[in-house]
């Protein structure tokens, strides 16, 4: 987790004070882009529920995000993401349940009130507004008058020069944060995928507040500069120190920018870990098949007990392993498994191995490179082994279980490939 090392921020006075304090508090602003960082908050959701007529999208979902952290919200298309980020910004309602920040219920407070920016999918710019007027937006609706913000009479209303001209600086200083300082005079329309993403991050950053809600912010840009913003999100995130709570469906952007992660599946958060430890120790065959790419290998009981000579016992529907644990290593030790090649793909540095097993299982193992040249391949069949520990053992339920069988209570390989084949 990203610890925050940021001072309390000021609260902006009252819009009363408004007169004696605008510089004051613009100035401040500014300097918050330029030198100290803005603060974070912690968020937390508790039991939060939402139904549309009779159908429950969110089912008691609870997460404590914290102060400064990036936590992203990953799952299937339809497990309810965005619903869940759209009720922690204001925009929709929950059924039931509550949310905090910094321990104070906000399930009162109107979107602006709750000091959330939230960045959508489709950048939500206004199409008629240049990069600078869509970038300022937030700080005139909060800094200006009514009728100042009229487009072209606003110019009349006296005694807002000064105020203006701090907008616009603001607006430079964020534009440049995020490389769009060249296009502040442009129209969206005139804009690439990427640089309307920018605007719609600086239009966040300018408001400075305390949780940024990303909803799929990068789906609609190609892979090359999804991996680009990737890593300037998250550069972001540590400059600006601030809490990001992302969504995505895609688990590679969820494992390579996160702290923490939150698989949601049907409506429920499943489980919720760091990136490593939901790949290494997953507590539902859900989360196991969710994360990773080639996907985790599952095989049954039965086809298990085979390889091993061991029965397994009813508490057990499913043994998962990921595709780096098998090792083609002659004579290695652990569960030996004999299987019919399939095909491989030279990944560069690794290579994708694709197997059958005489029960008809896929399987697939990484392996690097130069291991696969020596492989030795007979009538297309191949032989693996697979170390106990690197087996992770699945309830019925789809829950974890712990593995029913003790690396010291297994047959050697040898005679476990004899058993196997
Ligand atoms: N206004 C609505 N009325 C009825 N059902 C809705 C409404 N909004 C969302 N839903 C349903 O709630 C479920 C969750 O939707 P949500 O958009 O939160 O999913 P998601 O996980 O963000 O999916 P995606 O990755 O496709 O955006 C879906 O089945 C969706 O059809």
Not at 180 to 187: A, N, Q, V
Not at 205 to 219: A, G, Q, T
Request: hydrophobic share 40%; charged share 25%.
């Amino acid at each position: 987790m990203i610890q925050t090392k940021r001072q309390t921020r000021q609260r902006p006075a009252r819009p009363g004070w408004a007169g004696v304090c605008l510089a004051r508090r613009l100035v401040g602003r500014l300097t918050k882009h330029t030198g100290e960082p803005s603060v974070s908050a912690k968020v937390e959701l508790e039991n939060i529920e939402k139904s549309y007529g009779a159908t429950q999208t969110l089912r008691s979902a609870s997460l404590t995000i914290e102060a400064g952290e990036f936590m992203t919200l990953v799952g299937p298309s339809g497990c309810g993401k965005s619903t869940l980020l759209r009720i922690m910004a204001g925009l929709q309602p929950q059924s039931a349940g509550e949310i905090r920040i910094d321990g104070t219920s906000v399930d009162h407070l109107r979107p602006r009130e709750r000091d959330i920016a939230m960045v959508f999918q489709s950048y939500a710019l206004y199409p008629h507004m240049s990069v600078e007027q869509n970038i300022g937006t937030p700080l005139r609706i909060r800094r200006l008058p009514t009728a100042a913000r009229l487009p072209v009479l606003g110019r009349l209303v006296p005694g807002q020069r000064t105020a203006r001209r701090q907008i616009q600086e603001a607006v430079r200083e964020v534009a440049d944060q995020v490389e769009i300082g060249h296009l502040l005079p442009r129209k969206p329309a005139a804009l690439s995928g990427g640089q309307r993403q920018r605007v719609a991050l600086a239009r966040a950053i300018i408001r400075n507040p305390k949780v940024f809600l990303m909803d799929e912010p990068l789906s609609n840009l190609d892979a090359r500069l999804r991996v680009t913003m990737r890593g300037e999100i998250t550069s972001l995130h540590r400059r600006l120190g601030a809490t990001f709570i992302y969504v995505t469906h895609d688990q590679t952007e969820a494992m390579t920018m996160s702290d923490r992660v939150a698989v949601m599946m049907d409506g429920e958060i499943v489980q919720c870990a760091s990136p490593q430890e939901l790949y290494t120790n997953p507590q539902d065959l859900r989360v196991a098949r969710f994360i990773g790419s080639p996907e985790i290998n599952v095989v049954s009981t039965e086809e298990t007990a085979r390889w091993t000579g061991q029965p397994l016992p009813d508490s057990i529907a499913h043994i998962a392993f990921r595709p780096e644990a098998l090792d083609f290593t002659p004579k290695s030790a652990g569960i030996g498994v004999d299987a019919r090649l399939l095909r491989h793909e030279l990944l560069g540095h690794d290579v994708l191995v694709f197997l059958q097993t005489d029960q008809g299982t896929e399987i697939t193992g990484r392996i690097p490179a130069a291991q696969w040249s020596g492989l030795a391949v007979a009538d297309g069949r191949i032989a693996f082994t697979l170390r106990p520990e690197a087996l992770l053992a699945f309830a019925p339920s789809g829950k974890r279980a712990p593995l029913p069988f003790s690396p010291d209570g297994m047959m050697p390989a040898d005679r476990m490939l004899s058993h196997a084949s």
